[in-house]
């Protein structure tokens, strides 16, 4: 039920034209857009399911969400769903300017805040410190821990991804313009490429974003053309999600290493990539550079901001691969790749992996210092990217409509915790899309 005082705040609109209200919020400067409602029903029994019917009939909510004029190219989505799985609060779909990733770490601390704040957890009992927040993401299932007080969020959020994994060291790519490139790929919910900048030419720190991007996505479409991925899991998850390139530091000091994302259509991302600092860790872990408890910090070359990661434990699971060799390219499988790991045998079919944990954010998911955000914008040149994009305001509104996600506002302990205003924004505002065709 929608208070008085939300309705009467909202603007004119014709009730019959479809509007998606949506808050708006960032971690590290990175953007995250999520729906709140409007979104039509995503049917499918599984989430990844979910992930292909939006693919094949929803894609213009997400060109509406993410581009221009109500987005910009590095815009980042969330479309919370039912899950089948028992232990999740919520499930995620995540947008961006291509199509729906597998796993998102920043919109995961994100989304830990947004789930507490917004009662789609119960608060946790008085005197608990954090909150746990399982959110199912295409990758699978990821836990949050929001620090709070008194039953909201207040500071660092931490999570715990999926197991993550190296799948290739040393992988000689063609890369178009700079010749022999020696890459690694590894998997943190999603497939990265990873290479230090300097051996494009590129130093990461004064180098142009411009520039980064541009070498960082010819590694992508190199490995894409040359090499065939597979995920032991799901042929759903078996994509290269794009190329991190790094200031070559992964060998351990207490100093942040410094990298920057670039993912799907050449986006970039502004935050230290919570998916590219676990895969990181697996790979550091595996070169024997990491030590497992030992925390690393992760700085974004765009921002300056810094997640903090480490890797907790390992395991070993028995899940056989089941994805075909591709006849037209090398197959890269983690059996080939990963299983002698400090040289321990295992046998064939028998996948090992790294549980990362507490990639954690410090600073409150809001703040972005302001003279690193001006430093950005004066490094970039993409000419569609405007400066508000650091300037994100909330939503004060509840659901203005009935749909599909209805079911994911209802607090546990009924409507009246939900708060009228999202506490993480400076600026309370509303924000409606209108969603023409
Ligand atoms: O933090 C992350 O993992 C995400 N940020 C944008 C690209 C990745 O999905």
Same mark, same amino acid.
């Given at each position: 039920?929608?208070?008085? &005082?939300?309705?009467?705040?909202?603007?004119? $609109?014709?009730?019959?034209?479809?509007?998606?209200?949506?808050?708006?919020?960032?971690?590290? @400067?990175?953007?995250?857009?999520?729906?709140?409602?409007?979104?039509?029903?995503?049917?499918?029994?599984?989430?990844?399911?979910?992930?292909?019917?939006?693919?094949?009939?929803?894609?213009?909510?997400?060109?509406?969400?993410?581009?221009?004029?109500?987005?910009?190219?590095?815009?980042?989505?969330?479309?919370?769903?039912?899950?089948?799985?028992?232990?999740?609060?919520? %499930?995620?779909? +995540?947008?961006?300017?291509? %199509?729906?990733?597998?796993?998102?770490?920043?919109?995961?601390?994100?989304?830990?805040?947004?789930?507490?704040?917004?009662?789609?957890?119960?608060?946790?009992?008085?005197?608990?410190?954090?909150?746990?927040?399982?959110?199912?993401?295409?990758?699978?299932?990821?836990?949050?821990?929001?620090?709070?007080?008194?039953?909201?969020?207040?500071?660092?959020?931490?999570? $715990?991804?999926?197991?993550?994994?190296?799948?290739?060291?040393?992988?000689?790519?063609?890369?178009?313009?700079? @010749?022999?490139?020696?890459?690694?790929?590894?998997? %943190?919910?999603?497939?990265?490429?990873?290479?230090?900048?300097?051996?494009?030419?590129?130093?990461?720190?004064?180098?142009?974003?411009?520039?980064?991007?541009?070498?960082?996505?010819?590694?992508?479409?190199?490995?894409?053309?040359?090499?065939?991925?597979?995920?032991?899991?799901?042929?759903?998850?078996?994509?290269?999600?794009?190329?991190?390139?790094?200031?070559?530091?992964?060998?351990? *000091?207490?100093?942040?290493?410094?990298?920057?994302?670039?993912?799907?259509?050449?986006?970039?991302?502004?935050?230290?990539?919570?998916?590219?600092?676990?895969?990181?860790?697996?790979?550091?872990?595996?070169?024997? /550079?990491?030590?497992?408890?030992?925390?690393?910090?992760?700085?974004?070359?765009?921002? @300056?901001?810094?997640?903090?990661?480490?890797?907790?434990? /390992?395991?070993?699971?028995? *899940?056989?691969?089941?994805?075909?060799?591709?006849?037209?390219?090398?197959?890269?499988?983690?059996?080939?790749? /990963?299983?002698?790991?400090?040289?321990?045998?295992?046998?064939? +079919?028998?996948? &090992?992996?790294?549980?990362?944990?507490?990639?954690? +954010?410090?600073?409150?998911?809001?703040?972005?210092?302001? %003279?690193?955000?001006?430093?950005?914008?004066?490094?970039?040149? +993409?000419?569609?990217? $405007?400066?508000?994009?650091?300037?994100?305001?909330?939503?004060?509104?509840?659901?203005?409509?009935?749909?599909?996600?209805?079911?994911?506002?209802?607090?546990?302990?009924?409507?009246?915790?939900?708060?009228?205003?999202?506490?993480?924004?400076?600026?309370?505002?509303?924000?409606? /899309?209108?969603?023409?065709?």
């Amino acid at each position: 039920m929608e208070s008085a &005082l939300a309705v009467s705040r909202l603007p004119p $609109h014709d009730p019959g034209t479809p509007v998606l209200s949506v808050v708006d919020m960032h971690t590290g @400067g990175e953007p995250l857009r999520i729906v709140l409602a409007g979104c039509p029903e995503v049917s499918g029994p599984t989430l990844l399911a979910k992930r292909r019917y939006m693919r094949q009939h929803l894609d213009h909510v997400r060109r509406r969400l993410m581009f221009e004029p109500r987005g910009h190219r590095d815009m980042y989505g969330a479309v919370l769903v039912p899950s089948e799985l028992q232990d999740a609060h919520l %499930g995620v779909l +995540f947008l961006h300017n291509e %199509g729906y990733s597998s796993m998102c770490g920043h919109a995961v601390l994100a989304l830990g805040r947004f789930a507490l704040d917004f009662g789609l957890v119960p608060a946790p009992a008085a005197g608990t410190c954090e909150a746990r927040v399982n959110i199912h993401c295409p990758c699978g299932l990821v836990t949050a821990f929001v620090a709070c007080e008194d039953g909201r969020s207040h500071g660092p959020v931490r999570f $715990h991804s999926v197991p993550a994994f190296v799948l290739a060291t040393d992988l000689m790519v063609d890369v178009p313009g700079h @010749g022999k490139v020696v890459v690694d790929i590894a998997y %943190g919910g999603a497939f990265y490429a990873f290479v230090s900048a300097e051996k494009l030419g590129l130093d990461i720190c004064s180098a142009k974003t411009r520039d980064l991007v541009d070498a960082a996505s010819t590694v992508t479409e190199a490995v894409k053309a040359q090499f065939k991925i597979n995920h032991p899991d799901s042929e759903d998850l078996a994509f290269l999600y794009g190329t991190i390139l790094t200031d070559g530091k992964d060998a351990y *000091t207490k100093e942040p290493t410094t990298n920057i994302c670039v993912f799907a259509d050449e986006q970039v991302d502004r935050s230290p990539t919570g998916s590219g600092v676990t895969a990181r860790i697996a790979l550091q872990y595996h070169k024997g /550079l990491l030590e497992l408890n030992q925390t690393r910090a992760f700085k974004s070359s765009t921002t @300056g901001s810094v997640f903090t990661g480490k890797a907790v434990r /390992l395991s070993m699971t028995e *899940t056989p691969f089941q994805v075909e060799k591709s006849t037209r390219l090398p197959s890269l499988r983690s059996q080939d790749y /990963l299983i002698l790991l400090r040289g321990a045998g295992y046998k064939n +079919f028998t996948s &090992l992996r790294l549980h990362v944990a507490e990639v954690k +954010f410090q600073g409150l998911s809001q703040q972005v210092k302001e %003279g690193a955000a001006q430093e950005y914008h004066q490094r970039c040149s +993409f000419p569609g990217l $405007h400066p508000g994009i650091f300037n994100y305001s909330g939503e004060t509104q509840l659901p203005c409509c009935e749909d599909t996600q209805a079911a994911l506002w209802r607090s546990p302990h009924g409507e009246e915790r939900r708060p009228l205003a999202n506490t993480h924004m400076s600026e309370p505002s509303w924000k409606q /899309l209108q969603l023409t065709s």
